[in-house]
Nanobody
């Protein structure tokens, strides 16, 4: 099982990045997907998630209107398009794939993380 993130880097305030997370080793279509981030000295926080069943999407208030989550099941890949980036978006970004059965969480997988740094 692998989740491999890419697309992080250094960008100026107001810039954009697109993160990708390629999955392998499990039935990706059966899993909902999410992005989390962790800034230095802070706890990991949820950024966005997307259901695998009805396409339901949620965003953290801090990124609404700026970030867009999407998935390409044919490529087993989830994306996070990040626009209008701010210094407070600086963090390590992690993708997550989680499986629920009848609403009960069963298991999840994590990527290794990719660094996003937004300079002011």
């Amino acid at each position: 099982v692998q989740l491999v993130e890419s697309g992080g880097g250094l960008v100026q305030t107001g810039g954009s990045l697109r993160l990708s997370c390629a999955a392998s080793g499990f039935r990706y279509d059966d899993y909902s997907v999410a992005w989390f981030r962790q800034a230095p000295g802070k706890e990991r926080e949820g950024v966005s998630c997307m259901s695998n069943t009805d396409g339901w999407i949620n965003y953290a208030d801090s990124v609404k209107g700026r970030f867009t989550i999407s998935r390409d099941n044919a490529k087993n890949t989830v994306y996070l398009q990040m626009n209008s980036l701010k210094p407070e978006d600086t963090a390590v970004y992690y993708c997550n794939a989680f499986y629920s059965d009848s609403g009960w969480f069963e298991r999840d997988y994590w990527g290794q993380g990719t660094q996003v740094t937004v300079s002011s």
